[in-house]
């Protein structure tokens, strides 16, 4: 989402303090926290660029696997000089489909940190989220779901899953499988902003869209949460969670996770007390993965005037976490996303600056803290122009897609091996 001039001044101002800390060597956090040890674990394959199927002037890229292990990469496309397109391109036989239209036509509102996604449903079904403007305020646009049921070559009327109807701020949403054609989806949404005498708080809402055409009931989840970080969910054999920046009324803005058991949302658990306060929001959501009953969170913060990537494991659903184990190389800019592989080792993905500009990286981490050394899947821009690199697992591959920005936009796509 759009952030206010004065947002925008209080994270440059806070970026410039931890990268002050770093030039001058004042902390511990620069010098290279994210070194491997002896045993640790063994890094990701090489890289190797894969040829995009994104022509140019493209960008947002995002990723997803079916159950199958089918990749399946979506972006918006620039159409002329005032409209976009939302496409997408399925893997199949180590080539990439010939590009397909989700959404086009329409007044798509294009963010590089509030981005459209795509999900595989169990019947096989495909679904597709972006964001849509519903008015000619800035902050005036909502969020667009639709399903094709013919592996996308056509595409059924979107639904709205907000029900308020007002003109205000709805995105961040990550969307998931529900049983059978079912269509689960969180979201950020902004409706207090436009609402008379009201606080001017981002709430969590949930729902779950099936094949009735009605709208459905949404549920609140909190009634308070950072402004314009992404969310992310995964399923457990306990039940889905939901991860995502909270907010408290002392703008601390840690990591929360919300829990589906037997049906009913947990209330908001802390995955781990960083004690970040922070008087604005600093557009960086954290990433969740599952494996049976582990669940690993990765996520950045700046807690302590010191810019840190850390993950925590749960082994329990995502009941209780242990320790948070930093992983970056000492001067993060973060955007992190996290997968499993086989042993259920997070590989957790980030952004890390350089000397001259920044390089996307990605390091395994052992269940005792130790790290593999990490690889660079990646050169990029610093700048908020990258977006945000994606990353997930298929089989024993790993696929990245990430934007180089410029006068021509481009999306590079790219793969290495777990082994």
Not at 223 to 249: K, L, N
Request: glycine share 8%; proline share 6%.
């Amino acid at each position: 989402m759009p952030l206010s001039r004065h947002t925008q001044a209080l994270i440059s101002s806070h970026s410039a303090v931890l990268g002050a800390v770093c030039v001058f060597g004042f902390t511990s956090a620069c010098a290279s926290p994210g070194d491997s040890a002896p045993g640790a674990p063994a890094p990701i394959g090489a890289v190797a660029e894969h040829q995009s199927p994104v022509p140019d002037h493209a960008g947002t890229p995002n990723l997803v696997v079916a159950g199958d292990g089918v990749v399946h990469l979506s972006w918006t496309e620039r159409v002329d000089s005032t409209s976009h397109a939302l496409r997408f391109a399925t893997l199949k036989n180590s080539s990439w489909s010939p590009p397909r239209d989700i959404a086009r036509g329409k007044p798509l509102f294009v963010n590089w940190a509030d981005f459209s996604s795509m999900t595989v449903l169990d019947n096989g079904d495909l679904a597709a989220h972006w964001l849509e403007r519903e008015g000619a305020g800035t902050y005036a646009y909502g969020v667009r779901i639709a399903r094709s049921r013919d592996n996308g070559a056509s595409w059924e009327p979107a639904r709205t899953p907000h029900n308020d109807g007002l003109q205000a701020e709805h995105g961040f949403v990550s969307l998931w499988a529900a049983g059978g054609d079912a269509i689960g989806a969180v979201w950020l949404d902004g409706r207090k902003t436009a609402m008379p005498d009201s606080a001017r708080e981002m709430t969590i809402r949930t729902t779950v869209i099936g094949s009735d055409p009605a709208p459905t009931p949404e549920t609140l989840l909190d009634a308070r949460a950072c402004d314009c970080c992404q969310t992310s969910s995964a399923a457990t054999a306990s039940g889905r969670v939901i991860v995502y920046r909270d907010r408290t009324e002392e703008e601390i803005r840690d990591i929360s996770i919300l829990r589906e058991v037997n049906g009913v949302w947990s209330e908001p658990g802390t995955v781990h007390a960083d004690n970040w306060h922070f008087e604005a929001c600093p557009v960086n959501g954290p990433s969740v993965a599952s494996r049976g009953d582990t669940v690993a969170v990765a996520w950045f913060t700046g807690a302590q005037d010191t810019a840190r990537v850390r993950v925590a494991v749960s082994v329990d659903g995502g009941a209780t976490f242990g320790a948070a184990m930093r992983v970056d190389d000492g001067d993060p800019i973060g955007r992190t996303t996290v997968v499993l592989d086989d042993n259920a080792l997070p590989l957790v993905m980030w952004m890390e600056r350089t000397s001259d500009s920044s390089e996307v990286r990605v390091r395994r981490v052992a269940a005792d803290g130790k790290l593999s050394p990490a690889v660079v899947v990646s050169r990029v821009d610093p700048s908020r122009r990258s977006g945000f690199p994606r990353m997930v697992r298929s089989g024993d591959q790993l696929w990245f897609a990430w934007t180089v920005p410029g006068d021509t936009m481009r999306v590079r796509v790219a793969t290495a091996s777990l082994k």
